[in-house]
């Protein structure tokens, strides 16, 4: 943790008081120089840090911008110790991490960028990822499974994120098989999970699960693309202080709790009672044409059992289903 993170949770942990740059350069074994650099240098990332002679520093406000040493430190509260990192622009958070697997990165850990200049969703799809609206993150993980069992991480990370929005914003959150997170009837977020298998163990190497959150609606709305589709978790102006770090830590808390006793389904119930489609008429899409079906449930694999017209059952793996029939193609 870097001098200027230290700093800002000090701070943080003490607001409404005020400490001495004396106090904290004690504190933390720095010298008092290197304690108004790093104020300095917060309050340039926008922290509303007050300075007065005789008492010293108090943080007022803070803004809406990542900290890894935050999240830690929220995580550090639920007994859960993972190494969090914080990037301003990527290409892509999961990218990022498969570079970090190819230079020989062996633990688990978190990336999370404040913009994604080439995000990517299911099916060679882009993720719209804005500057600072929304939380884009992946995480790195080792689990001792099957690539088959692999798969419903998925699965575990939507209920993790359903969960995590609802506490945060205090609204209803649903999904849509397979990973989409839905409010208001619309997206709000996606979930990318991609890893490597040993073939002679049969087992995952490692497994990258990637998930964008759209937390405000950017400046001038989505493309007209996504605007029947896309929306946001907060659709007015709200204090927006720490949101994005908070709702980061409820989501990895979340899942981390699921995790631990992975490949154990217990958030499998929630995901079936949060997921609206069971019992509603779809189009299940395919290459050649979109078919009509009847949701009956899902399966504890969470495959998606449907009925066709002519009364055929099947369980459906993988693939596309949309509520929508006129946007049947990009839903």
Same mark, same amino acid.
């Given at each position: 943790?870097?001098?200027?993170?230290?700093?800002?949770?000090?701070?943080?942990? $003490?607001?409404?008081?005020?400490?001495?740059?004396?106090?904290?350069?004690?504190?933390?074994?720095?010298?008092?120089?290197?304690?108004?650099?790093?104020? !300095?240098?917060?309050?340039?990332?926008?922290?509303?840090?007050?300075?007065?002679?005789?008492?010293? &520093?108090?943080?007022?406000?803070?803004?809406?911008?990542?900290?890894?040493?935050? =999240?830690?430190?929220?995580?550090?509260?639920?007994? %859960?110790?993972?190494?969090?990192?914080?990037?301003?622009?990527?290409?892509?958070?999961?990218?990022?991490?498969?570079? &970090?697997?190819?230079?020989?990165? !062996?633990?688990?850990?978190?990336?999370?960028?404040? @913009?994604?200049?080439?995000?990517?969703? +299911? +099916?060679?799809?882009?993720?719209?990822?804005?500057?600072?609206?929304?939380?884009?993150?992946?995480?790195?993980?080792?689990?001792?499974?099957?690539?088959?069992?692999?798969?419903?991480?998925?699965?575990?990370?939507?209920?993790?994120?359903?969960?995590?929005?609802?506490?945060?914003?205090?609204?209803?959150?649903?999904?849509?098989?397979?990973?989409?997170?839905?409010?208001?009837?619309? !997206?709000?977020?996606? =979930?990318?999970?991609?890893?490597?298998?040993?073939? @002679?163990?049969? !087992?995952?190497?490692?497994? %990258?699960?990637?998930?964008? =959150?759209? %937390?405000?609606?950017?400046?001038?709305?989505?493309?007209?693309?996504?605007?029947?589709?896309?929306?946001?978790?907060?659709?007015?102006?709200?204090?927006?202080?720490?949101?994005?770090?908070?709702?980061?830590? $409820?989501? %990895?808390?979340?899942?981390?709790?699921?995790?631990?006793?992975?490949?154990? +389904?217990?958030?499998? @119930?929630?995901?079936?009672?949060?997921?609206?489609?069971?019992?509603?008429?779809?189009?299940?899409?395919?290459?050649?044409?979109? =078919?009509?079906?009847?949701?009956?449930?899902?399966?504890?694999?969470?495959?998606?059992?449907?009925?066709?017209?002519?009364?055929?059952?099947?369980?459906?793996?993988?693939?596309?289903?949309?509520?929508?029939?006129?946007?049947?193609?990009?839903?």
């Amino acid at each position: 943790m870097t001098i200027k993170e230290q700093v800002l949770l000090l701070l943080e942990n $003490e607001r409404g008081n005020f400490l001495s740059g004396q106090e904290i350069a004690q504190q933390l074994s720095v010298t008092r120089a290197s304690v108004w650099k790093a104020v !300095k240098s917060l309050q340039k990332e926008g922290y509303a840090i007050e300075a007065v002679n005789n008492k010293g &520093y108090t943080l007022e406000k803070a803004p809406d911008v990542l900290s890894a040493a935050y =999240i830690e430190q929220k995580l550090g509260k639920e007994n %859960i110790s993972l190494n969090v990192k914080v990037e301003k622009v990527v290409d892509s958070t999961n990218n990022v991490l498969k570079q &970090y697997v190819a230079n020989g990165e !062996k633990g688990d850990m978190v990336l999370l960028a404040e @913009e994604q200049s080439a995000g990517r969703g +299911r +099916r060679g799809r882009t993720f719209f990822s804005p500057e600072g609206t929304g939380l884009y993150m992946s995480l790195l993980l080792h689990p001792d499974t099957t690539p088959e069992e692999g798969t419903m991480l998925t699965t575990l990370t939507a209920v993790a994120a359903a969960k995590a929005i609802e506490k945060v914003s205090g609204e209803i959150v649903q999904i849509k098989w397979v990973n989409d997170v839905w409010m208001r009837g619309k !997206k709000v977020a996606g =979930i990318l999970t991609e890893g490597s298998a040993s073939m @002679e163990e049969g !087992k995952l190497e490692y497994a %990258i699960v990637g998930i964008g =959150i759209n %937390i405000y609606e950017p400046q001038g709305g989505f493309p007209a693309e996504l605007k029947n589709i896309a929306g946001a978790v907060f659709e007015n102006d709200i204090s927006r202080e720490n949101l994005r770090n908070r709702m980061a830590a $409820e989501f %990895i808390t979340n899942f981390m709790k699921y995790y631990q006793s992975f490949p154990a +389904r217990d958030y499998l @119930e929630e995901y079936r009672q949060r997921c609206f489609v069971i019992g509603q008429r779809v189009q299940v899409i395919t290459p050649a044409q979109n =078919i009509q079906a009847l949701v009956l449930g899902i399966d504890e694999a969470c495959h998606l059992k449907v009925q066709y017209e002519d009364g055929t059952v099947e369980f459906l793996s993988s693939g596309e289903i949309s509520i929508r029939p006129e946007t049947a193609s990009t839903t």
